[in-house]
């Protein structure tokens, strides 16, 4: 998807979310990521009527027929939504200006690698990650309203919850509108700088980026597709899969799947179940 175009539907959307999520599974990003109007009706009677008018009211008495100019407030509300248009298109840019400029230095990394080289080595982790540019894919726990995104890893091994890692990031609060309900435990991928790394007891290692943008919404395999046994979903053969079940497909209505062969396949990555599910896939090549 053009980065442009996401962030314009971005702006467009006004939904906002808390989510909950874990770890992540293996898979490269998607593309990236990144107008009211009114028409004034003018209300000029016709030439007919106007003159049946100026003739009705008689001859000499002074009266003349008045042209509906437009309502002030009216042409007001389009200039006010033309400046708005027009604002929107200015953030959307410095957006995507800031976003190119964070990529071009950007290491990338899987956020459940990163929690978990943090764990291992909790003294260092703030050596390992503070002051880095991080191109970052995990799954969502949880979005506020204010554009705090949250990605959280537990080791496998651990069941308390005392062993944990976070990274929270700050979007742009037009990114957070656009990652409504659909979202919950769905895999991004931000970009941004790590500018904090803070370490508790637990231990609970907290990296913390305070400038961060949305990159991307999908994720893309290569993989070999079989239909499912009661033909609802296709099944996703890839190799390397870490899931402890095959990937569950759904495509987007239309998309004519070839079973049985080597394909790339794009769509929205979630585990909300526990079993991993894409949605609104598509195919790339095949």
Same mark, same amino acid.
């Given at each position: 998807?053009?980065?442009?175009? &996401? ?14 999520? !874990? ?23 016709? +030439? ?6 100026? *003739? ?14 437009? @309502? +002030? ?26 976003? *190119? ?7 990338? /990394?899987?956020? /459940? ?9 909790? *003294?260092? %982790? ?14 969502? !726990? =949880?979005?506020?309203? *204010?554009?705090?995104?949250? &990605? ?10 005392? $062993? ?11 990114? %957070? ?21 803070? /370490?508790?007891?637990? +231990?609970?290692? &907290? !990296?913390?980026? =305070? ?7 999908? $994720?893309?395999?290569? !993989? $070999? ?18 899931? @402890?079940? +095959? ?17 790339? /396949? ?15 896939? &598509?195919?790339?090549?095949?």
């Amino acid at each position: 998807m053009n980065r442009k175009r &996401f962030l314009s539907l971005a702006l467009a959307t006004a939904l906002t979310l808390p989510l909950a999520a !874990c770890g992540d599974t293996s898979g490269t990003d998607g593309g990236d990521s990144s107008v009211i109007s009114q028409s004034n009706e003018e209300n000029s009677g016709s +030439p007919e009527g106007d003159a049946g008018q100026a *003739d009705d009211s008689g001859s000499g008495s002074g009266d003349s027929v008045e042209e509906d100019g437009g @309502s +002030p407030e009216t042409d007001a509300d389009q200039a006010d939504d033309g400046a708005s248009d027009e604002g929107e298109g200015d953030v959307m840019d410095e957006i995507a200006s800031r976003m *190119d400029e964070l990529l071009a230095q950007a290491e990338t /990394i899987n956020w /459940i690698a990163m929690g978990k080289a943090a764990l291992d080595d909790v *003294d260092g %982790a703030e050596a390992l990650y503070s002051g880095k540019t991080l191109l970052v894919k995990g799954t969502l !726990c =949880e979005i506020n309203t *204010d554009g705090l995104v949250k &990605f959280r890893y537990y080791p496998a091994e651990d069941h308390s919850g005392k $062993t944990v890692a976070y990274l929270w990031a700050t979007i742009p609060a037009t990114e %957070a509108e656009y990652l409504d309900q659909t979202y919950m435990n769905q895999s991004v991928s931000i970009v941004g700088t790590v500018d904090v790394v803070n /370490i508790e007891e637990g +231990p609970v290692c &907290f !990296c913390i980026m =305070e400038e961060a943008y949305l990159v991307s919404d999908t $994720t893309e395999f290569v !993989c $070999t597709l079989t239909l499912a046994a009661d033909g609802s979903y296709y099944e996703a053969e890839i190799e390397g899969w870490e899931g @402890s079940l +095959p990937l569950q497909v759904y495509f987007v209505d239309g998309q004519e799947v070839p079973v049985g062969e080597e394909v790339t /396949i794009r769509g929205k990555l979630n585990r909300e179940t526990g079993t991993e599910v894409l949605y609104d896939t &598509f195919i790339v090549t095949q």
